[in-house]
């Protein structure tokens, strides 16, 4: 079936645009993670969704950054006024359950090249 | 916080060489631990797993041994392939109070396998 889907796959911004970047979770999945890869560093948590309900935003790195899941499914991540320090992967992924006593695993989509100019 | 390290890379090796990449964590709990795999154009996989100590997780030749004394989590394959080029990320998930798991990854480790 469907994996996990990301768009667009590249995006170049002139600093101080602002910028929406699109995640399709697997159908179903309850979860959903944010990451944010710099280059040649490991993804570090930004955000979680369960459902629509945003329950942990403790990664965002600033009040530019914005997540939403509205209807529990597609979830968009949106920065505004992209600075250069912002220029990353940003990577979506998605789990089948929400709450959980021992581990769920996360499928992870091919991720958003942004680069911020 | 939690944390995790992994040996730099670049590693390089000829095929059917030996491979290990170092993991060490750091956590307050008893975490799971994982290694996931970017090949070049590709998103994560999961390659392994292991949720407790002393489990032992295995997936296409490559092994690795939950260590809770050592605080360890080393990568290892007998006999690598030109097809084991990639980034190996080590990584760790504690369920908190909220009751769902993020990931806490290691910063990578490039491995390329030659002819």
């Known amino acids: 079936g469907a994996g996990v889907s990301q768009s667009p796959r590249y995006k170049v911004a002139k600093r101080g645009q602002d910028v929406a970047l699109r995640c399709d979770p697997i159908?179903?999945?309850?979860?959903l993670f944010w990451y944010q890869q710099a280059l040649g560093q490991g993804p570090e948590f930004l955000t979680y969704f369960q459902n629509e309900a945003q329950l942990d935003k403790s990664g965002l790195p600033s009040d530019r950054f914005f997540a939403e899941r509205p209807e529990g499914s597609v979830s968009t991540l949106k920065i505004q006024r992209t600075q250069q320090e912002d220029s990353a992967v940003y990577l979506c992924a998605s789990s089948l359950r929400g709450r959980e006593l021992s581990y769920n695993e996360q499928f992870f989509g091919p991720g958003t090249r942004l680069t911020v100019l | 916080g939690d944390s995790v390290t992994q040996m730099e890379g670049p590693v390089t090796l000829s095929e059917e060489a030996f491979l290990t990449i170092n993991c060490t964590y750091t956590a307050t709990g008893y975490p799971s631990l994982f290694w996931y795999v970017q090949y070049p154009g590709e998103g994560l996989q999961l390659l392994l797993k292991?949720?407790?100590?002393?489990d032992k997780g295995s997936n296409k030749g490559f092994e690795a041994t939950y260590r809770k004394e050592t605080t360890s989590f080393h990568l290892e394959k007998g006999s690598v392939q030109v097809s084991d080029s990639a980034v190996y990320f080590c990584?760790?998930?504690?369920?908190?109070?909220?009751?769902?798991?993020?990931?806490?990854f290691g910063a990578g480790t490039r491995l390329a396998v030659h002819p």
């Open positions: 292991a949720t407790k100590a002393d």
């Open positions: 990584a760790l998930s504690d369920i908190g109070s909220g009751g769902y798991n993020k990931l806490i």
């Open positions: 159908s179903g999945h309850v979860s």
